[in-house]
T-cell receptor, first 114, second 113 residues
Framework: DGGITQSPKYLFRKEGQNVTLSCEQN?????MYWYRQDPGQGLRLIYY???????QKGDIAEGYSVSREKKESFPLTVTSAQKNPTAFYLC?????????????FGPGTRLLVL | GNSVTQMEGPVTLSEEAFLTINCTYT??????LFWYVQYPGEGLQLLLK?????DKGSNKGFEATYRKETTSFHLEKGSVQVSDSAVYFC????????????FGAGTTVTVRA
């Protein structure tokens, strides 16, 4: 089955700790995205990548970092600089071209601060 | 950039009631329009889409028509079920010729038996 997997489902972070959220896709999509969702709110774009070894900041990149060393993988690190990291994090992918904008989402990771 | 405005929720309905969720957009050019659905604790799933004016997207009994004259893409379902309880998001391309999407704030729908 083609799709996007995210792990872990739940993640706990201590003060001052960096944590990394995993996102893998086997859809052969070029573009990948990370969104943050807070309760009762829409999706805010953190980072996106259109191609391997390249990524761009989204609307709320401060306190986050990403890498794109492989086409199928786009991990997100929540650093200690992110002062309010508690949220639901969603990874998505798409073919990465205009006219083919449909995004496919993973099941999400819920990050909680201890 | 392009943007969408959704009706605020929450919306609470009885089973078999008619559902409408309003979505209006502001855009340059002719972006594709999308409705996504998010069930509790899950990621988003594409519900339907329309790529040009007057197109009607449909899926699982839901429909939405791309109305250029009113810049709208309202979601409708004639008879809702408890299983339709979810958050619904309207979305469109962020900019002309851009592959990234901009999402509305979401509308929470609860269907009671």
């Amino acid at each position: 089955d083609g799709g996007i997997t995210q792990s872990p489902k739940y993640l706990f972070r201590k003060e001052g700790q960096n944590v990394t959220l995993s996102c893998e896709q086997n859809l052969n999509h070029d573009a990948m995205y990370w969104y943050r969702q807070d309760p009762g709110q829409g999706l805010r774009l953190i980072y996106y990548s259109q191609i391997v070894n390249d990524f761009q900041k989204g609307d709320i990149a401060e306190g986050y970092s990403v890498s794109r060393e492989k086409k199928e993988s786009f991990p997100l690190t929540v650093t200690s600089a992110q002062k309010n990291p508690t949220a639901f994090y969603l990874c998505a992918s798409s073919p990465g071209t205009w006219g083919r904008e449909t995004q496919y989402f993973g099941p999400g990771t819920r990050l909680l601060v201890l | 950039g392009n943007s969408v405005t959704q009706m605020e929720g929450p919306v609470t309905l009885s089973e078999e009631a008619f559902l409408t969720i309003n979505c209006t957009y502001t855009a340059t050019g002719y972006p594709s329009l999308f409705w996504y659905v998010q069930y509790p604790g899950e990621g988003l799933q594409l519900l339907l889409k329309a790529t040009k004016a007057d197109d009607k997207g449909s899926n699982k009994g839901f429909e939405a028509t791309y109305r250029k004259e009113t810049t709208s893409f309202h979601l409708e379902k004639g008879s809702v079920q408890v299983s339709d309880s979810a958050v619904y998001f309207c979305a469109l391309s962020r900019e002309s010729n851009d592959y990234k999407l901009s999402f509305g704030a979401g509308t929470t729908v609860t269907v009671r038996a």
